[in-house]
Every structure is written in C-alpha cells, then in structure tokens.
C-alpha cells in the first residue's frame, strides 16, 4: 500500500554524479527490503541495489563500485548514490519495495529519468 515517488534525475556528463530519492508516503523502517532498478531504452527492468531493513545491502555488478544506496528511516527516503556515471547508465531508475516473505518486489513509482552524455 505505501506509495513511491522517484526524484532527481537529470542530464548529467560522462563522469559525473547524480543522487536519487526515493520518498515513501509511509514508514519505511519495518519494510524487509527497498530496491533500486533501472531500465534503458528498449530493455527490461533490471534490479541494481537493494538494502534491508537491518542494513544488508546488493549491488549488481554492472555499478558495483560506483553507485550507493542507503536509507533514512527518519525520513522515509531512499536514496542512490551514483558516481562516475556512464552513457550505459542512461535509463529511467525505479524503486521499489518488497514485504518479508514476499517474492516479487511492488509499489512502483514513476520512475526518475537519467540520462548521460558523452
């Protein structure tokens, strides 16, 4: 039922970094786990970190290194942080959530676009 509202995308050059915001409309300390995805033009959506309720946290290869996602509970906000940025990570990125004992994440909001330049 909580609802997700993505921030802070923009155009940003090679090299450069962005920080992305996840606020949610409730309390986000009980929720087992918040995520981050992407999806690039004319592909699938694709996890890229994830961070649990206790603080345990994913990166997929392909940012390992280079991008960050942590939590304030206080304030109901995800947020990812992403250095070094690529054209490759040109996409629109996605959070979302998912329940303890729950297999696919939900609450998706709308999306926040990056795009990178050259």
């Known amino acids: 039922q909580v609802r997700l509202a993505e921030s802070g995308g923009s155009l940003v050059q090679s090299g450069g970094s962005l920080r992305l915001s996840c606020a949610a409309s409730?309390?986000?300390?009980?929720?087992?786990?918040m995520a981050w995805f992407r999806q690039p033009p004319g592909s699938r959506r694709a996890l890229l970190a994830s961070?649990?309720?206790?603080?345990?946290?994913y990166y997929a290869d392909s940012i390992k290194g280079r991008f960050t996602i942590s939590r304030d509970n206080a304030e109901n906000t995800v947020y990812l942080q992403m250095n070094d940025l690529k054209p490759e990570d040109t996409a629109v990125y996605y959070c979302?959530?998912?329940?303890?004992?729950?297999?696919?994440?939900?609450?998706w909001g709308q999306g926040t676009q990056v795009t990178v330049s050259s």
């Open positions: 409730e309390s986000i300390t009980n929720i087992y786990n």
């Open positions: 979302a959530q998912k329940n303890r004992d729950a297999v696919l994440y939900s609450s």
């Open positions: 961070i649990t309720s206790t603080g345990t946290t």
